[in-house]
């Protein structure tokens, strides 16, 4: 049976959100800022631009001071993670009425396998324009999404990366050579300039040419990747729809610091912080993580930092910020530091084996329950002291990649074309 599968992503997400929020930001250039600049020259990037500031050249990942130049007259708001949290969550309990096989694949990502609820494309093409207008109508009517419909999770991705802003692609047999010569190869998922010269010099310039490749060369010549490459344009499903994410590799956070220091006094509370939100993260899939790593920018040259494989299991928050200031404060900084970071690796399931000495469980027990009234009454309700006074620095950051759980319940109700 053919599968229908749908990828939805959000347009210009943080910042729709924003302009959602607040009525006066709409339909003007904005940029959502990891922080707000302290000083009039202060530094700092901003992480999402809205649709009317990539207009005018403002783009995601641009340093503030060069947005200001391109336009002066942009405006910047401070992320605020836990907005853009529960609008997908609210976004994403509307997908999960669609079907029980929903991937969040980031804030604001999904893909739909909609296979067995729809019979063919064009059905959930009329669905994916009901969750656009319901996503409208029920979240918020400044936002808007651009969906992808095909038969496989690449051709659907491509699809709502190559469709029209607020737009639906279906992508079948019989369009997918049309569509694949309005954009360059490297619209594609995965091919990046590096595959695009590798490709060019087996003579593939375009998506059709790869699409047309004899693929026992591709693979002589590239070898595995060789055979995703050409199954990927020729509608050879490689991966399902994963309702269940993979575990992450490492988990860890960073800070552009925004005062340039070598003061321990102030550094070693935002380690804290840092440690504080991996640890949190860590705990709450049930990890323990066995490497660590962390890192601190300096001024100039190069940073200090490395990493290293834990005698113990690392759980506690205190257990990880320990290992950290031993790879970076254990002698006085050389220059001002520019950015800390910190993560933990090697990761796996905790082992909750029941330590013969009560000094051990005790911090355990502790982290978790700290962990529960964090969660219940909102961040650093309870804090460690470590952290004092860093209130205004390293804020809650959400990544694009990190994903938000949706509602295990299958749906209650089959929605059909109209
Ligand atoms: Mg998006």
């Not at 979240?139 to 991705?157: E, I, N, P």
Request: proline fraction near 6%; charge should be positive; include cysteine.
């Amino acid at each position: 049976m053919q599968k229908v599968i749908l990828h939805i992503d959000m347009n210009s997400y943080f910042a729709s959100v924003e302009q959602q929020a607040n009525p006066f930001l709409r339909g003007k250039p904005l940029g959502v800022c990891a922080y707000l600049p302290k000083t009039k020259n202060g530094n700092g990037c901003i992480i999402a631009s809205s649709m009317e500031a990539k207009k005018v050249g403002v783009k995601t990942g641009m340093r503030i001071s060069d947005a200001k130049k391109i336009y002066p007259g942009i405006i910047l708001v401070q992320n605020e993670p836990s907005k853009y949290r529960s609008t997908t969550e609210k976004i994403f309990s509307i997908l999960a009425q669609y079907t029980d096989r929903v991937e969040p694949y980031s804030i604001d990502e999904a893909f739909l396998d909609m296979t067995g609820w729809v019979r063919e494309l064009p059905q959930a093409e009329l669905l994916a324009r009901q969750i656009q207008r319901r996503i409208k109508t029920e979240v918020g009517d400044w936002l808007q999404c651009s969906v992808g419909v095909s038969s496989t999770r690449f051709l659907a991705k491509f699809g709502s990366d190559v469709a029209p802003k607020g737009g639906v692609l279906m992508v079948t047999p019989d369009t997918v050579a049309a569509i694949f010569s309005r954009v360059r190869i490297t619209d594609a998922w995965g091919i990046k300039h590096k595959t695009a010269w590798r490709l060019w010099r087996l003579g593939i310039a375009t998506l059709n040419d790869l699409r047309r490749y004899p693929v026992a060369n591709l693979i002589a010549c590239l070898g595995k990747p060789g055979y995703y490459l050409w199954a990927n344009v020729n509608g050879v499903e490689l991966s399902d729809v994963a309702t269940t994410p993979a575990a992450p590799k490492s988990i860890g956070h960073s800070y552009c610091l925004p005062k340039r220091t070598d003061d321990p006094a102030y550094l070693r509370p935002i380690l804290a912080k840092l440690c504080e939100r991996t640890g949190r993260r860590l705990r709450s899939q049930n990890l323990e993580a066995r490497g660590i790593f962390a890192y601190c920018g300096l001024q100039h040259g190069h940073g200090r930092g490395g990493s290293k494989r834990a005698a113990e299991p690392l759980f506690t928050t205190p257990d990880i910020l320990r290992a950290a200031n031993a790879l970076l404060f254990s002698r006085p900084l050389p220059d001002a530091a520019t950015q800390l970071a910190v993560s933990v690796t090697d990761l796996q399931p905790t082992s909750g084996q029941q330590s013969l000495f009560d000094d051990i469980l005790k911090p355990k027990l502790l982290a978790a329950a700290a962990d529960r009234l964090n969660d219940k009454y909102g961040e650093s309700t309870i804090a460690s002291g470590a952290m004092w006074g860093t209130t205004d620095n390293a804020h809650d950051r959400v990544g694009y990649r990190k994903t938000i759980s949706i509602p295990a319940s299958p749906p209650t109700t089959v929605y059909i074309p109209e």
